[in-house]
């Protein structure tokens, strides 16, 4: 194909061919054309096809309809090429709370021929330099409300940033006086649409590359085979746009199927349950914290118009499955994705959801479970997840895409098993496996089994080196539920009546909260450097 793109970069910052995993396209749904421009199939067909009056984004007093989304793109897409100068394949970084101006943003460096960098709103000035400096990039556009670190981050660099969001800011200037007429680059579909920077649970971000075809390809095996929503529904959800499982969920599934999404530039569980009642929200997309949470929080709320609600992001414990269920009638749609992936590759639908198990291949895609050496497993076993499927991984100049890549598949870290009816079984992460005197433990395993008592509100489990005994022990680290009084000795004591008693924790520490990336994530790597450093809480 004929990249479009006049900035090279990108292009040439692509891991090698031999290191790129396999992909595959057997659905016909996944043969898309060679020339390509994602916004024109999620946005601009709708309008063109007469779906322009129909309501597309939604937040707090702001309703824009498809054909409003659409002028609104196209006039940033001119300032970004006429005002900024912007070449197709320039890199332009995002940044700001889910709202709609950040909806359009990410419409028009698309229309464009741009590449997105979608940040995390949080994200403070060193993990913003670190982006900067990694993907090269010399645009920017940022909400007003939140510049500041972005400010430090870009000081003494070449990067011209303008800012948007408070009605009299340098954008909406720009975007007054330019033309709601755009002509969508022709891009190739093979062209790099967006980078995607994955949320540090493990140390250094690592950048992610993605193609305008892989933008649709989600849509049409996720979206249409697994999530099956409608295009009468109403989407939100608490994940930012810069993380994929958001940008997906909240943007991308919506706007393909001509549906609406509400933008919530804060979704904790409280404010998430209110919205669902407010603007009869129809599918969510949260992590499991978030439904733990909410479900203490039915007796005052209306989730009359809910029927999807689909997790993904971390494990999803049976529990906090179950409970949801029990109180709601509504099954959890859990999934396994990764940004490397872009999204959900292994997920329930409403006809195989059952707690306990992530659900089954996502169709378009294939998984298996390999040994350390890249053999298929027998039913039941443990070990490595291994995919393949129209999207994966490819780093931007990283040495460790050789790791996630190997022979073609691609290996997100985690250990599974498969059962006979073809579902995936999450043991846990692969760097989460405890090796305690010969026994391998999982540690959400034991996170569940703490999880059951009621005094439990959050908890993670690590491994602590013991070098008197040359093992590990477990370590858990428990959140309080509020008012609760609850002693190490006796929560070690209930694991011990519900796992063997081997896989209980040997150590308990009381925490105020987990440490989380921004996406909700627990980063265990902070907890086990804890761990290794702190005195035994209990024996």
Known sequence: MSSAHRDAFARESLPPIEQRPEFRFELPALHYPDQLNAADALLDRHVREGRGDRRCILAPEVAWS???????ANRIANVLVDDLGVVPGNRVLLRAPN???????????????????????????????????????????????IAEELATATDGAKVRTVLFGTGDTELERLMAAASPAFENVATAADDVALIGFTSGTTGAAKATMHYHRDLLAICDTYGAR???????????????????????????????????????????????????????????????????????????????????????????????????????????????????????????SLEDARPGATGKVVPGYVAE????????????????????????????????????????????????????????????????????????????EVEQALLAHAGVKECAVVAKADPAHGTNIVKAFVVRDDGAAIDA??????????????????????????????????????LRARADDAAPATG
């Open 369 to 444: 479970i390999h040994d350390d050496d890249g053999n298929p497993l027998p039913l039941d076993e443990i070990g490595k997840i291994a995919v393949k499927g129209p999207t994966g991984c490819r780093y931007l100049s990283d040495e460790r895409q050789g790791t996630y890549v190997r022979n073609g598949w691609n290996y997100p870290g985690d250990a599974y098993s498969l059962d006979a009816e073809g579902y995936f079984h999450y043991v846990a992460r692969t760097d989460d496996m405890i090796v305690s005197a010969g026994y391998n433990i999982s540690g959400p």
């Open 226 to 348: 697994v999530l099956k929503a409608s295009p009468d529904d109403l989407f939100t959800g608490s994940p930012p746009l810069g993380f994929t499982f958001g940008l997906g969920g909240e943007l991308i599934f919506p706007l393909h199927i001509g549906a609406a999404t509400l933008m919530l530039e804060k979704a904790p569980p409280a404010a998430l349950l209110h919205a669902i009642g407010a603007f009869g929200v129809n599918v969510v997309f949260t992590a499991p914290i978030a439904y733990r949470a909410m479900t203490s929080m039915l007796a005052d709320a209306d989730i009359s118009s809910l029927r999807l609600c689909v997790s993904a992001g971390e494990t999803l414990p049976a529990p906090v499955w179950e409970a949801w269920h029990e109180a709601t009638g509504l099954k959890i749609l859990d999934g396994i994705g990764s940004t490397e992936m872009l999204h959900i590759f292994v997920g329930s």
């Open 99 to 145: 709202t709609p101006m950040l909806a359009a943003c990410w419409f028009a460096v698309v229309k464009a021929g741009a590449i997105a960098v979608t940040t995390m709103p949080l994200y403070r000035a060193g993990e913003l330099r670190h982006m900067i400096e990694k993907a090269q990039i010399r645009h920017a556009l940022c909400d007003a409300r």
């Open 489 to 526: 000795d006796a929560l070690i004591a209930f694991c011990k009546g519900r796992i063997a008693p081997y896989k209980a924790p040997r150590e308990i520490e009381f925490v105020d909260a987990l440490p989380r990336t921004e996406t909700g994530k627990v980063q265990r790597y902070k």
């Open 66 to 72: 498809y054909a409003d989304l659409r002028d609104r």
